[in-house]
């Protein structure tokens, strides 16, 4: 006798114990704390922040220890959590001029006001594992803080603009800025929904076209102009107050891309932008983000649309992770009803496919 | 009351009401995916987000829910998403398809004919049928507004001149009202009859592609043909073994590895109706056996 | 525009479960053309403002949306009610709204101020909600058709003009653009979606 499968269920539930039990792990090692993601596992929770859309280290770790360190699950997770918040108020444009800088370079100039910040950064190191953090390592010396203040950092494209030699920043219009989380994507898109699509696009796939351009894909020269990291004050303008008020700040790391340009018969020659900005110090994502920006804006810069990392649509819509992790996991659910269809269907061509070869092994017989 | 901390069907009213008047708009004009502002939601796109969505927009405590997936009650993902509603929505859930107001579907339609009480709400994850042809929604947006189907009649004979038959086996496009071209989702097109002429309220949701579409009751849906190549649907040889159907679409069962197989029904209410009522397929057994046999599980 | 809670009545008593059930009922109106069906909440609404539109405009209407009153319905209370409950931009041109609530059924002609949609993206196209007078008897009756009606149904509406009928006509060989049509009793709602086509009665 035969009884069709059942108790789907308890495979749910079972299947949710075993998770819960394989991201705790032996029990016999300490459980990780939030604390211990929030603040060893940093570029981690920025990453989780940015592309989750939600700036809550706490949360965010919360989610990476959830995911079992899965980032891209993490990510889903803050997603479909900040979905569910009210919208209290919109927040006035950051001000990334007055960024509190722990690092900044311009691969542009050997120096220029406010001079080049390393700060805290891979670039240098050599990637040789460091067994002493295998055997828990001391506690690193702190750098001892600078007696001066940092000078202040003017952007390295407001001096080129100081000359006309790059393109004015886009004129802050009266139009409000799209808003991808309130309204369907629709194309063409403009630049405002375009920075905030790339904004939470997966850091791969951003990384993956910026390189293409590089490669001759979308050529656009580009010179990392500046790449700034710190905190910045976030304001909000009260309707009962009318004047802006701190809520608090965050951190950002932001970058200028330095692109050649021709120029055209009504634009003289001068050099255009590609922006990026992301959460937390996510440098590697904010200069793809400002290599895709600017291959994007081709239509707008009259030139040829050739490559994929000029294509806005391609682009803009196979970048989010939550979106293509989960289509592409789909695959896994049952398709039994679809795959019986092709069954039924492969079986008759075949069947007839091999009749007419019989018919036609049997006449050349008959020669 | 739920026992989660969120809004009723989880969804804030302000996110219902943008998918109500979706829905709204989608039921005026048939067959046309309306784009709306899909949010993320608890589970993963491509798993029924869409269909989520929509059914959280319209289900209220008096509905009772259905939930297939593979046209089954019991598989994982149709019980996940039940689970959901169970959870968020406190609503009465059954696996009858006679009992149900709202059933959310992938990829099946029930055996059993719809009535006017109820909706459908189909999950769906490629909305645009023209999408295989034309991948930009910039072009394919044209093609509708100037209802510019050629390319699809191209594409389905293609497969009459390589093949000798339209080789679409699921996801069969229709015209809906005889103006709108429409993936059906992947239902298999042995259900695209039941599209046609519904008593029901038959309303789609892509989430993850967020475009929502809606054919109402009584509204004529065609299969895409040719005089000289009619539509038809998938037949088969054999009965469900369990209950011995030879009107209702099958899955394939493999029984073991020298080739053995039997079919039985997808529908799994339908099929549990009919051996309720003491029909019995050659590898069933009588309905007493058979309810011996699943309590005992 | 001022408003004190003394005018200002309420909106419905429950706001999660009475807009879904309104919902639903709005939602059988359009899918089910012809049919009245009973508004299940009707929240008391300020004159002349009748109780059924009220309903819809609650359960439909909201910031997003911009609504336009006609010239009975555009008084104090009514425009405040809106604002208050609902948060939708009024405004003063039919061609804005998403939404028109209109009360003086004798001049609703020239339908093409309202939004139509576009060709490709007819969704664009407005919601009409109409305040019918009270109904006469003698009513003529029309036969309706198209999709999500079971080969024909009889509608008796009386204070319409003729203009209304004709307009929604002349749209016809435009679809998918139109205007989608909520026409309301006090209590009650029947759909006329841009696809309904609407012939006298002979017999009428």
Request: proline share 7%; charged share 25%; net charge negative.
């Amino acid at each position: 006798m035969y009884v069709a499968v059942k108790g789907g269920e308890k495979a749910i539930d079972t299947a949710h114990q075993l998770l819960a039990e394989q991201r705790r792990g032996d029990t016999a090692v300490a459980e990780l704390t939030l604390d211990q993601i929030k603040n060893q596992m940093t570029l981690a929770v920025d990453r989780v922040m940015t592309e989750g859309s939600l700036y809550d280290r706490d949360l965010a770790a919360l989610a990476i220890k959830q995911a079992r360190g899965d980032l891209m699950e993490a990510i889903f997770l803050l997603r479909a959590y900040r979905t569910t918040l009210p919208r209290l108020a919109t927040t006035e444009p950051l001000e990334t001029d007055a960024l509190r800088i722990i690092r900044r370079i311009s691969a542009t100039f050997k120096d220029l006001p406010g001079g080049q910040v390393l700060g805290p950064t891979f670039d240098y190191t050599h990637r040789l594992l460091d067994f002493a953090l295998a055997a828990d390592g001391e506690a690193p010396v702190p750098v001892p803080a600078d007696a001066a203040p940092l000078e202040p950092c003017p952007r390295v494209t407001a001096l080129l603009n100081a000359e006309g030699l790059i393109e004015p920043d886009l004129a802050a219009d009266d139009a409000e800025p799209g808003d991808i989380t309130r309204e369907p994507p629709l194309y063409p898109a403009d630049r405002a929904v375009r920075l905030q699509t790339l904004a939470r696009a997966d850091e791969g796939w951003l990384l993956a076209l910026g390189y293409s351009t590089q490669r001759g894909y979308a050529k656009s020269h580009p010179f990392a102009g500046e790449i700034r990291i710190g905190s910045v004050d976030v304001e909000i303008i009260p309707e009962e107050l009318g004047f802006p008020v701190c809520i608090g700040s965050i951190e950002v790391a932001e970058c200028e891309m330095i692109n050649q340009f021709k120029g055209s018969k009504t634009t003289p020659p001068q050099f255009t932008r590609g922006y990026g900005l992301t959460f937390g110090h996510g440098e590697r994502k904010a200069m793809s983000m400002a290599l895709v920006d600017r291959a994007l804006r081709a239509r707008e810069l009259g030139e040829d649309i050739t490559a994929p990392a000029q294509d806005e649509e391609f682009v803009l819509s196979h970048g989010d992770t939550v979106e293509s992790s989960g289509f592409t996991q789909h695959l896994k659910l049952p398709h039994y009803v679809d795959f019986q269809s092709e069954l039924v269907a492969v079986r008759a061509l075949r069947a007839e496919y091999d009749a007419r070869r019989r018919a036609r092994s049997g006449e050349q017989g008959e020669l | 009351m739920t026992d989660t901390g969120y809004n009723y069907a989880y969804l804030d009213e302000q996110t219902k009401r943008m998918i109500r008047r979706a829905i709204l708009k989608a039921v005026a004009v048939p067959g046309y995916q309306v784009p709306f502002a899909g949010r993320e939601m608890p589970l993963p796109y491509g798993w029924g987000t869409g269909g989520i969505q929509v059914t959280a927009a319209i289900i209220g405590q008096d509905d009772t829910l259905k939930v297939i997936d593979q046209g089954a009650d019991d598989t994982t993902n149709a019980v996940s998403i039940r689970r959901f509603f169970a959870r968020t929505a406190a609503v009465k859930t059954t696996e009858k398809t006679v009992e149900a107001t709202v059933i959310q579907t992938r990829h099946r339609i029930p055996e059993t004919p719809l009535t006017e009480n109820q909706i459908m709400v189909y999950q769906v994850p490629i909305p645009e049928p023209l999408r295989w042809m034309e991948p930009r929604e910039t072009e394919t947006r044209k093609m509708h507004a100037l209802q510019e189907y050629g390319v699809m009649h191209v594409k389905l004979y293609e497969d009459i001149a390589r093949f000798g038959h339209i080789a679409t086996t699921y996801d069969y496009p229709v015209m809906v009202n005889d103006r709108y071209l429409m993936a059906p989702s992947p239902i298999p097109k042995f259900d695209n009859p039941k599209l046609n002429n519904s008593p029901a309220l038959q309303l789609f949701g892509a989430g993850r592609e967020k475009r929502i579409y809606a054919v109402p009751p009584y509204t004529p849906v065609k299969s895409l043909d040719f005089t000289d190549h009619p539509f038809e649907v998938q037949r088969w040889d054999d009965c469900c073994a369990l209950c011995g159907a030879t009107d209702s679409f099958l899955d394939e069962v493999i029984t073991d590895d020298k080739g053995g197989r039997m079919y039985v029904c997808s529908d799994s209410d339908y099929c549990g109706d009919r051996r309720a009522a003491g029909h019995v397929g050659p590898q069933g057994v009588d309905a007493d056996a058979y309810q011996r046999a699943t309590a005992a599980e | 525009m001022t408003l004190s809670a003394a005018t200002l009545t309420p909106g419905f008593a429950d706001a999660v479960h009475d807009a879904q059930a309104v919902f639903r009922c709005a939602l059988t109106a359009l899918s089910r053309p012809g049919q009245w069906a009973a508004v299940p909440h009707l929240p008391p609404a300020p004159a002349p403002l009748s109780p059924a539109a009220a309903a819809m405009i609650l359960t439909l209407a909201d910031m997003d949306t911009p609504l336009w009153l006609d010239p009975v319905l555009s008084t104090p209370d009514v425009s405040g009610w809106v604002r208050f409950h609902t948060g939708a931009p009024l405004v003063s041109l039919p061609e804005q709204a998403a939404f028109a609530v209109i009360a003086d059924c004798a001049a609703l002609t020239a339908l093409d101020r309202f939004s139509l949609g576009t060709a490709e993206a007819p969704d664009l196209a407005a919601t009409l909600i109409v305040q019918l007078p009270p109904q006469e008897a003698d009513a003529d009756a029309r036969i309706l058709t198209g999709p999500g009606i079971n080969g024909s149904v009889s509608l008796s509406v009386s204070g319409l003009p003729d203009a209304f009928w004709a307009d929604r006509d002349a749209f016809a060989p435009l679809f998918p653009q139109g205007v989608d049509v909520l026409l309301t009793t006090p209590g009650a709602v029947c759909g006329l979606p841009r696809t309904t086509r609407a012939t006298l009665s002979a017999a009428g």
